[in-house]
């Protein structure tokens, strides 16, 4: 896989009025999503820092007035914004130098962390420590590092910022989780202890998904099980077009 060379910045929207102040130049972002829009622009959606989620258009970009690289899904960018109005145009882009592309597994995990980022994160909401652990998990898929673990604290973090985080450490009457005991997870009331296996789950996934320690796979399985039930119950059931595509991908590569 190969890095995105340095660039400088190149223009992309030629013949509009100079830019009202709005954001800083060159700010940073990850290409969360791209679209085409009308005959030869696209929509842009980026995760940044200090601004959160935006929705930017690109005009021109279908007729090679911009490098298609920079602007590919999970490119980490530095950006220009300029123009009037509820949509804003992106004015001018340059890669990142050292940034992997994400292939094969990897990219279809990367697709299912930016569907639930534009799915559940509302536009200009700023979470930081979010961007900084969405950065650090799409750099590690990009190196090829195993996926699960990654996705495992990016969705921990993810409910977290949704204000929705899990308690991991105490049961629901306030004694430490035993890595030896069941429990179930109520999304409200936390861990409950139960007296058997049937229906729970384990301590220890519980305290490997708090400490992002996960040595036995069967922790592992059961800690995306939870993971799916909670961030169902965000989604409102709605299902996620990115799990269908990796699905479609295990097959293909089974």
């Known amino acids: 896989m190969n890095g995105h060379s340095e660039a400088s910045a190149t223009p992309i929207n030629e013949g509009i009025a100079p830019a009202a102040p709005s954001l800083a130049p060159l700010d940073e972002a990850i290409v969360l999503h791209i679209r085409a829009y009308r005959e030869t622009s696209c929509l842009v959606d980026l995760l940044t820092r200090e601004r959160g989620r935006l929705r930017l258009l690109a005009k021109g970009v279908r007729r090679g007035r911009q490098p298609s690289g920079d602007l590919s899904p999970f490119s980490r960018i530095r950006y220009t914004v300029g123009g009037r109005g509820e949509l ?70 993810l409910l977290e910022e949704l204000g929705y985080g899990l308690s991991l450490w105490e049961d629901t009457i306030g004694d430490p989780i035993e890595a030896s005991a069941f429990y179930l997870y109520h999304p409200e009331q936390g861990a409950q202890k139960v007296s058997d296996a049937q229906g729970g789950i384990p301590g220890s996934a519980l305290i490997a998904l708090a400490t992002d320690d996960f040595e036995d796979e069967r922790d592992l399985l059961f800690a995306k099980k939870l993971m799916r039930s909670m961030l169902d119950r965000q989604l409102d059931g709605r299902p996620l077009k990115s799990r269908e595509l990796f699905q479609t991908f295990s097959r293909r590569n089974a």
């Open 88 to 157: 804003r145009l992106l004015t001018s882009v340059e890669g990142v130098s050292g940034w992997l592309r994400l292939e094969g597994e990897g990219l279809y995990c990367g697709f299912y962390v930016a569907e639930l980022v534009m799915r559940l994160l509302p536009l200009e909401d700023a979470h930081p420590e979010l961007y900084e652990e969405i950065l650090a998990v799409i750099q590690q898929l990009g190196q090829g590092i195993r996926p699960e673990r990654l996705l495992r604290r990016f969705e921990r973090a």
